[in-house]
Nanobody
């Protein structure tokens, strides 16, 4: 069983930047797609970004395209989310996740992931 720990959340002003990191432990995740999701108060958890095991195929929700960048370091067993030009509507708890299948695509649906971190709060003030 893999454990995921997110870090890097906090408070930012609109237009600012934050970098989230997710460290995996317990087993290597280098052969699995990984993703970031977020959940705002009163809303469903939604897909944000994902990348395949090699890190050369990424997908983003339309609302973050051009502002967020997902990346991974398989040697360190980590995945990151660089968030630029932040907006108040980006405020949410952000979760990283590992796909349930190896060598797959950057999945955008929650059901394709079976390991989740505890989340890190991101708050963007206007």
């Amino acid at each position: 069983q893999v454990q995921l720990a997110e870090s890097g959340g906090g408070l930012a002003q609109a237009g600012g930047s934050l970098r989230l990191s997710c460290a995996a432990s317990g087993r290597t995740v280098s052969s699995y797609s990984m993703g970031w999701f977020r959940q705002a108060p009163g809303k469903e958890r939604e897909f944000v970004a994902a990348l395949n095991w090699r890190g050369d195929y990424t997908r983003y929700v339309d609302s973050v395209k051009g502002r967020f960048t997902i990346s991974r370091d398989n040697a360190k067993n980590t995945v990151s989310l660089q968030m630029n030009s932040l907006k108040p509507e980006d405020t949410a708890v952000y979760y990283c996740a590992v796909a349930r299948r190896t060598w797959g695509l950057p999945y955008t649906t929650r059901s394709e992931y079976d390991s989740w971190g505890q989340g890190t709060q991101v708050t963007v003030s206007s």
